[in-house]
Protein backbone atom coordinates (compact mmCIF):
# COMPACT_ATOMS: atom_id res chain seq x y z
CA UNK A 1 0.00 0.00 0.00
CA UNK A 2 1.28 3.60 -1.05
CA UNK A 3 -1.05 5.01 1.96
CA UNK A 4 -2.48 8.61 1.62
CA UNK A 5 -0.54 10.06 -1.55
CA UNK A 6 -0.65 14.13 -2.35
CA UNK A 7 -0.11 15.74 -5.15
CA UNK A 8 1.99 18.44 -6.03
CA UNK A 9 5.10 18.65 -3.34
CA UNK A 10 5.55 22.33 -4.14
CA UNK A 11 3.86 24.86 -5.97
CA UNK A 12 3.63 28.78 -6.26
CA UNK A 13 0.83 30.75 -7.54
CA UNK A 14 -0.05 33.85 -8.09
CA UNK A 15 -2.98 35.75 -6.60
CA UNK A 16 -6.33 34.93 -7.92
CA UNK A 17 -4.88 31.81 -9.73
CA UNK A 18 -6.61 28.58 -9.19
CA UNK A 19 -5.53 25.33 -8.49
CA UNK A 20 -6.31 21.67 -7.16
CA UNK A 21 -4.48 19.85 -4.43
CA UNK A 22 -5.11 16.43 -5.05
CA UNK A 23 -5.09 13.33 -2.22
CA UNK A 24 -5.29 9.79 -2.73
CA UNK A 25 -5.22 6.89 -0.59
CA UNK A 26 -5.32 3.28 -0.98
CA UNK A 27 -6.64 1.69 2.09
CA UNK A 28 -10.66 2.04 1.22
CA UNK A 29 -10.55 4.64 4.15
CA UNK A 30 -14.30 6.09 4.62
CA UNK A 31 -12.72 9.38 6.43
CA UNK A 32 -10.99 11.81 4.52
CA UNK A 33 -9.42 15.23 5.84
CA UNK A 34 -7.56 17.83 5.00
CA UNK A 35 -5.50 20.52 6.82
CA UNK A 36 -3.67 23.60 6.80
CA UNK A 37 -0.44 24.13 8.91
CA UNK A 38 0.64 27.70 9.10
CA UNK A 39 4.69 28.22 9.96
CA UNK A 40 5.05 27.39 13.45
CA UNK A 41 1.41 26.32 14.35
CA UNK A 42 -0.55 23.26 14.66
CA UNK A 43 -2.96 21.61 11.83
CA UNK A 44 -6.62 23.33 11.35
CA UNK A 45 -9.22 21.00 9.39
CA UNK A 46 -10.47 23.32 6.06
CA UNK A 47 -12.59 20.34 5.44
CA UNK A 48 -13.61 16.39 5.81
CA UNK A 49 -15.25 13.74 4.22
CA UNK A 50 -16.75 10.61 5.70
CA UNK A 51 -17.36 8.64 2.93
CA UNK A 52 -18.01 8.88 -1.04
CA UNK A 53 -20.43 12.02 -1.91
CA UNK A 54 -20.14 13.91 1.70
CA UNK A 55 -18.54 16.48 2.58
CA UNK A 56 -18.49 18.86 5.27
CA UNK A 57 -17.08 22.18 6.40
CA UNK A 58 -14.02 22.17 9.33
CA UNK A 59 -12.68 25.06 11.24
CA UNK A 60 -11.30 26.61 8.08
CA UNK A 61 -13.07 26.31 4.94
CA UNK A 62 -13.48 29.84 3.34
CA UNK A 63 -11.53 30.02 -0.03
CA UNK A 64 -11.55 26.24 0.05
CA UNK A 65 -13.64 23.72 -2.20
CA UNK A 66 -14.05 19.78 -2.13
CA UNK A 67 -15.23 17.14 -3.68
CA UNK A 68 -15.30 13.64 -2.53
CA UNK A 69 -16.77 11.12 -6.09
CA UNK A 70 -15.00 8.02 -5.07
CA UNK A 71 -13.91 6.34 -1.89
CA UNK A 72 -9.68 7.17 -3.13
CA UNK A 73 -9.62 10.43 -3.80
CA UNK A 74 -10.53 13.67 -2.25
CA UNK A 75 -9.04 17.21 -3.91
CA UNK A 76 -9.01 20.30 -2.54
CA UNK A 77 -9.41 23.09 -4.84
CA UNK A 78 -7.94 26.61 -4.01
CA UNK A 79 -10.29 29.61 -5.97
CA UNK A 80 -8.75 32.94 -6.16
CA UNK A 81 -5.53 32.72 -4.46
CA UNK A 82 -4.85 34.72 -1.86
CA UNK A 83 -1.77 35.24 0.00
CA UNK A 84 -3.29 33.85 3.22
CA UNK A 85 -3.39 30.64 2.07
CA UNK A 86 0.09 30.14 2.17
CA UNK A 87 0.15 26.95 4.13
CA UNK A 88 1.06 23.85 4.33
CA UNK A 89 -1.28 21.37 3.11
CA UNK A 90 -2.01 17.75 4.67
CA UNK A 91 -4.75 15.01 3.15
CA UNK A 92 -5.28 12.58 6.21
CA UNK A 93 -7.18 9.41 6.21
CA UNK A 94 -8.34 6.97 8.67
CA UNK A 95 -10.99 3.97 8.97
CA UNK A 96 -12.39 4.03 12.27
CA UNK A 97 -12.83 7.78 13.12
CA UNK A 98 -9.88 6.99 15.58
CA UNK A 99 -6.05 7.07 14.38
CA UNK A 100 -5.31 9.43 11.29
CA UNK A 101 -3.16 8.55 8.68
CA UNK A 102 -1.05 11.59 6.84
CA UNK A 103 0.08 12.05 3.28
CA UNK A 104 3.33 13.98 2.98
CA UNK A 105 2.26 17.51 2.83
CA UNK A 106 2.15 20.04 -0.11
CA UNK A 107 3.96 23.42 0.23
CA UNK A 108 1.99 25.96 -1.17
CA UNK A 109 3.48 29.35 -1.63
CA UNK A 110 1.02 32.34 -3.08
CA UNK A 111 2.71 35.38 -4.49
CA UNK B 1 -14.65 24.95 23.52
CA UNK B 2 -12.07 22.32 22.90
CA UNK B 3 -8.26 23.16 23.69
CA UNK B 4 -4.79 21.68 23.56
CA UNK B 5 -1.90 23.53 25.59
CA UNK B 6 1.21 22.72 24.94
CA UNK B 7 2.92 25.39 27.63
CA UNK B 8 7.35 24.23 26.54
CA UNK B 9 7.89 25.60 23.24
CA UNK B 10 11.30 23.85 22.76
CA UNK B 11 13.23 21.31 24.95
CA UNK B 12 16.46 20.33 24.26
CA UNK B 13 18.51 17.07 25.96
CA UNK B 14 21.14 14.98 25.35
CA UNK B 15 21.18 11.99 23.61
CA UNK B 16 20.30 9.11 25.81
CA UNK B 17 18.63 11.17 28.72
CA UNK B 18 14.89 11.38 29.36
CA UNK B 19 12.42 13.73 28.39
CA UNK B 20 8.84 14.47 29.28
CA UNK B 21 6.32 16.60 27.33
CA UNK B 22 3.83 18.43 29.02
CA UNK B 23 0.40 18.94 27.46
CA UNK B 24 -3.26 20.20 29.04
CA UNK B 25 -6.14 20.10 27.19
CA UNK B 26 -10.07 21.53 27.98
CA UNK B 27 -12.93 19.08 26.55
CA UNK B 28 -16.54 18.63 28.10
CA UNK B 29 -16.60 15.07 26.69
CA UNK B 30 -16.80 12.20 28.00
CA UNK B 31 -15.33 9.63 25.35
CA UNK B 32 -12.09 10.89 22.94
CA UNK B 33 -8.69 10.27 22.32
CA UNK B 34 -5.80 11.69 23.07
CA UNK B 35 -2.21 11.27 20.08
CA UNK B 36 0.81 12.67 20.22
CA UNK B 37 2.57 13.82 16.36
CA UNK B 38 5.77 14.18 15.83
CA UNK B 39 6.89 16.05 12.56
CA UNK B 40 10.45 15.97 11.32
CA UNK B 41 11.90 18.60 9.33
CA UNK B 42 10.57 15.97 6.72
CA UNK B 43 7.04 17.69 7.75
CA UNK B 44 5.66 14.25 7.67
CA UNK B 45 3.42 13.76 10.54
CA UNK B 46 4.29 10.47 12.47
CA UNK B 47 2.02 9.32 15.01
CA UNK B 48 4.05 8.46 18.19
CA UNK B 49 1.42 6.79 20.60
CA UNK B 50 -2.16 7.14 21.14
CA UNK B 51 -4.70 7.16 24.42
CA UNK B 52 -8.62 6.14 24.53
CA UNK B 53 -9.85 7.74 27.48
CA UNK B 54 -11.67 4.88 28.88
CA UNK B 55 -8.94 3.17 29.39
CA UNK B 56 -6.78 3.73 32.84
CA UNK B 57 -4.01 2.49 31.49
CA UNK B 58 -1.39 4.46 29.97
CA UNK B 59 -0.12 3.59 26.93
CA UNK B 60 2.95 2.57 25.93
CA UNK B 61 5.10 1.88 22.75
CA UNK B 62 8.78 0.71 23.26
CA UNK B 63 10.86 3.83 24.20
CA UNK B 64 7.51 6.20 24.37
CA UNK B 65 5.16 6.34 27.02
CA UNK B 66 2.20 8.66 28.21
CA UNK B 67 1.14 9.92 31.74
CA UNK B 68 -2.33 10.28 31.49
CA UNK B 69 -4.73 11.77 34.29
CA UNK B 70 -7.97 12.62 33.23
CA UNK B 71 -9.57 14.22 35.93
CA UNK B 72 -6.63 16.55 35.29
CA UNK B 73 -6.71 16.67 31.71
CA UNK B 74 -3.03 15.98 31.48
CA UNK B 75 -1.42 13.97 29.00
CA UNK B 76 2.32 13.89 28.73
CA UNK B 77 4.90 12.14 26.84
CA UNK B 78 8.05 10.73 27.97
CA UNK B 79 10.49 9.93 25.68
CA UNK B 80 12.96 7.24 26.96
CA UNK B 81 16.94 6.20 26.25
CA UNK B 82 16.08 9.46 23.78
CA UNK B 83 17.80 9.20 19.88
CA UNK B 84 19.30 12.07 17.81
CA UNK B 85 16.19 10.84 15.22
CA UNK B 86 13.67 11.82 17.83
CA UNK B 87 14.39 15.54 17.00
CA UNK B 88 11.22 17.26 15.79
CA UNK B 89 8.17 19.01 16.79
CA UNK B 90 5.90 17.22 18.89
CA UNK B 91 2.25 17.53 18.40
CA UNK B 92 -0.55 16.86 21.17
CA UNK B 93 -3.78 16.07 19.62
CA UNK B 94 -7.41 15.77 20.77
CA UNK B 95 -9.88 13.73 18.84
CA UNK B 96 -13.40 14.30 19.43
CA UNK B 97 -16.13 12.79 17.15
CA UNK B 98 -15.73 11.79 13.52
CA UNK B 99 -13.70 15.06 12.19
CA UNK B 100 -12.63 17.05 14.77
CA UNK B 101 -8.64 16.72 15.73
CA UNK B 102 -7.57 19.74 17.54
CA UNK B 103 -3.55 19.94 17.93
CA UNK B 104 -1.51 21.83 20.69
CA UNK B 105 0.86 24.55 19.63
CA UNK B 106 3.46 21.94 19.70
CA UNK B 107 6.99 21.62 21.21
CA UNK B 108 10.25 21.32 19.22
CA UNK B 109 12.33 18.67 20.86
CA UNK B 110 16.08 18.79 19.63
CA UNK B 111 17.96 15.55 21.02
CA UNK B 112 22.23 16.99 21.11
CA UNK B 113 24.30 14.22 20.34
Known amino acids: NAGVTQTPKFRILKIGQSMTLQCTQD?????MYWYRQDPGMGLKLIYYSVGAGITDKGEVPNGYNVSRSTTEDFPLRLELAAPSQTSVYFC??????????FGPGTRLLVL | AQTVTQSQPEMSVQEAETVTLSCTYD???????LFWYKQPPSRQMILVIR??????QNATENRFSVNFQKAAKSFSLKISDSQLGDTAMYFCVLLQGAQKLVFGQGTRLTINP
Open chain 2, 51 to 56: QEAYKQ
Open chain 1, 27 to 31: MNHNY
Open chain 1, 92 to 101: ASTPNQETQY
Open chain 2, 27 to 33: TSESNYY
